[in-house]
DNA sequence: ATGAAAGCGCTAACAA
DNA sequence: TTGTTAGCGCTTTCAT
């Protein structure tokens, strides 16, 4: 029952009777080794349970550890989710293993995992940059061979491989499609902080929708919210206005839930539509959730591979990816707007 | 732009003008050093920015890594994403990282990750152990004073702490709800394996509760399905049969949003349903979503308090924690049976 | 308050 | 085919 020490190479050598070298070289299938000792040296790792310490091996080997690291806001999100299993099925063939955490958006916590990641050595660096965060400490990493990708955003402070979806044009398609069933007054329910790099590009969409149909920006039906509730609660205010909007436009997945729960709860279905990410349940609703659908499998595929074939030596510049939304049409857009035939 | 090697601590040593070990007391706070040469080293690290290498400390200090190893079956899934939050939540104020990995519910991938994580000499280990795999291997690292927890489902071929929902008594209380509002006839669909821990478990409390009301147990309307797809093909089949359940009990969340989607699509919004697992967007169909619903945050953090409590030295008898499921009566539960007045 | 030497577990480079 | 030596970057131990 004592916490006894693990067994390294040399015990697995001494219960042989050979080398630590001739260990290592059965377990790395290194140098030429006799189908005997080989044997010996197998039963014997069996016998005593012997698992090589991988990062022994690291420290002498050099170089970068088998590790990437992964930052990305909250672990229970869906979209990070899924970026973070098209990674993980990507490299894992490699033989890479996930280091990953959450920043919760907090600069601080966001440095803190890079750094802890760069002292592990990892071998690529992912990273959903925080608003207000600082990447140029990342330079001489990256110089020196590392791979680092910017995930859903470009990153402040250093030149390197982003992969974003292509926001502006993916929110003028979803708006435009309300404005095509008649809606003038649409409301944008964006989420925090205002800041965000995904907020602003989806903003900019809204609003080049909204200029290419002469409809004026007007700021009081443009709001904001950083979760569920708050977006509940913001909905809520948009349509409590004396002008309420008729339509409205959700800046991403959980600001959809919000408004969304909160139509259902005060049964104001007549009111359109059109949410920035696919959420699950979306053709489940009544009307059924019209969305600019992302492509969190196709982003996080394109960041993998682009960091391998860095890993590899492409010295490329540094390129930014936009991969494309999908305009998802399912009803909740086509709620007739007032004084509309419905389209 | 060489790739050069980066700094160590001989390198700031030899910087300041004094000896590497002077440089690792400032660092980590060990001995005592003059204000002066403190001064210098911070200097030299910050110029050279120099990152100390985690792994080459490990090495030195012997003892487990600052790291925990966390396999699930797939990191897209937002039970499994909100489980790992929590974890993440409680064991980073000890200063711990995750190691995560998808196993995809295959015994293979778990145990290729389980013995990578052990490789690296993680501080815990907890998984979410796969139908038809053996966790005997882990038993030497478990009295070697390693800490592991199964998650959501109990391992085989090893004592240890397991942290489980209450899924007989949920399910039990969900059918009972729908017995309660008249129907006799009610559907399961399950998810797979057979051998799911958690499918044995809520059947059987699914049949407890049909005992308790005298309706026999009907195979033929017991069913299962691996994902959305497979369950709403697996809801359309129960339906279509010539005496057909007018109520369905949903095993897991992906298979209620099959479930729900197919319902949704073939407009038969009569048949009652309730569902094991919350899902977003529940309470915003039409009838909202009744469901038993988990609690994956206190899951985790169940888990990671027990796992610390391990590492400093608790060693009571393995423990099976199970954390309470909560009814969440939204509506549609209650869906009329025919011939019943709606309760 | 600081340093020198040894060693953690492993492998590179050489020898035998 | 196998072993020996040295050393990865760090910390421990013991000196000074």
Do not use: W
Not at 23 to 39: C, F, H, I, M, Y
Not at 110 to 127: C, N, W, Y
Not at 139 to 161: C, M, N
Not at 330 to 339: D, K, L, T, W
Request: proline share 6%; no cysteine.
């Amino acid at each position: 029952m004592a916490a006894n020490r693990r067994p390294t190479l040399a015990d697995v050598a001494r219960e042989v009777g050979v080398s630590a070298k001739t260990v290592s070289r059965v377990l790395n299938e290194d140098g030429p080794v006799s189908a005997q000792t080989r044997k010996h040296v197998l039963a014997a790792v069996a016998k005593l349970g012997f698992q090589p310490n991988l990062m022994a091996r690291n420290i002498r080997v050099g170089g970068p550890d088998t590790t990437i690291g992964l930052v990305i806001p909250d672990l229970a999100n869906p979209f990070f989710g899924a970026v973070a299993r098209a990674i993980e099925d990507t490299v894992r063939e490699r033989g890479l293993t996930l280091l990953m955490g959450s920043s919760a958006d907090d600069p601080d916590r966001e440095r803190a995992l890079t750094d802890k990641f760069l002292a592990r050595r990892v071998s690529i660096l992912f990273v959903v940059p925080s608003v207000g965060a600082d990447h140029s400490h990342l330079k001489s990493h990256r110089t020196a061979g590392l791979p680092v990708i910017f995930l859903d955003r470009p990153g402040a402070g250093l030149a390197t491989d982003s992969i974003v979806s292509s926001n502006r044009a993916g929110a003028h398609d979803g708006v435009a499609h309300l404005i095509a069933h008649g809606h003038r007054r649409i409301g944008f329910v964006g989420d925090l902080p205002l800041k965000l790099y995904t907020r602003r590009e989806r903003l900019a969409g809204y609003r080049s929708a909204l200029q290419e149909a002469d409809i004026p920006y007007d700021r009081s039906i443009v709001i904001n919210a950083h979760d569920q509730q708050g977006a509940e609660a913001a909905t809520s205010r948009l349509l409590d206005l004396a002008d309420p909007p008729t339509a409205l436009f959700a800046g991403n997945n959980i600001v959809a839930l919000g408004i969304v729960a909160e139509l259902a709860r005060s049964k104001r279905k007549h009111v359109a539509v059109v949410a920035f990410d696919d959420v699950s349940l979306a053709e489940a609703l009544e009307p059924a959730l019209t969305v600019v659908a992302q492509d969190p499998e196709e982003i996080g595929r394109t960041a993998a591979t682009t960091a391998l074939s860095r890993l590899d030596g492409d010295r490329s510049r540094a390129r930014t990816i936009t991969v494309p939304t999908r305009l998802i049409v399912r009803g909740s857009g086509e709620q007739p707007a007032p004084g509309t035939r419905g389209a």
